[in-house]
C-alpha cells in the first residue's frame, strides 16, 4: 500500500497553496505543523528535511518536495484524471503563464506592501475580516487558483480602491 503523503505547513502562508490543492483533488494526506512563530523551521529535525528551513514541504514516498508552486504542479500532474491541468498544450501554456505571474510578480510585491504599508482608513487586515480568495476565472486549469488566489487576497480590500481594480482588470475579472 502507498504511504500517505505528508504535508509540513503553517497556517496563513505559503502553504495554503498546497493544501488547497490536495484538499481541491480530494487526497488524503498526513498534515504536519511547523509552528514558524515558535521557529520550529529551524529545529534540527525539520532542518533535515529541508535546509532552506522553510515551508511548504511535501514528502510523497522519497520525493521531498520544496517550493509551493512545485507541489502544486506535482500534484495536478500526479492526478491527472482530476483535471486540475488542461490536457491542451496552449491551454495549459496559459495556466503556467498565471502560476509565474503570481510567484514572481504579484507575490513580492504584495508582501512588502502588505508589510509596509499602512492601512488605509484603519482597516483591519483581509483575513480578520474573513475575506475569501477570488478565483482567477477562465476556462479550465483549476491548478492556477491555488497560486493565484491567496496572492490576490492579499491585494484585495487594504490597499484601496484603484490598486485593487487595477490588479482584478489585469486578471480579466
Ligand atoms: N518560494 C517558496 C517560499 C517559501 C517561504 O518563504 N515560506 C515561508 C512561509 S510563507 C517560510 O517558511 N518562512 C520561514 C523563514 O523564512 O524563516 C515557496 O513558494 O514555497
Redesign the pocket.
Known sequence: MEAMMRLYE?GP???IRARWTLQELGVEFEPITVY?VAGE?RRPEFLKINPA????VLVDDDLVL????AIVLYLAEKYPEKGLLPADLTARAQVNRWLLFA?TELEQPLWRISRHGALPGGQAPAGRRGARAPRVQGDGGGARDAPAGPAVRRGRPRHGRGFRDGLHARLGR
Do not use: D, W, Y
Open positions: 503553517f502562508t505559503r502553504s514558524l523551521h528551513g522553510k515551508l511548504p520544496t517550493e509551493s508552486v510567484a
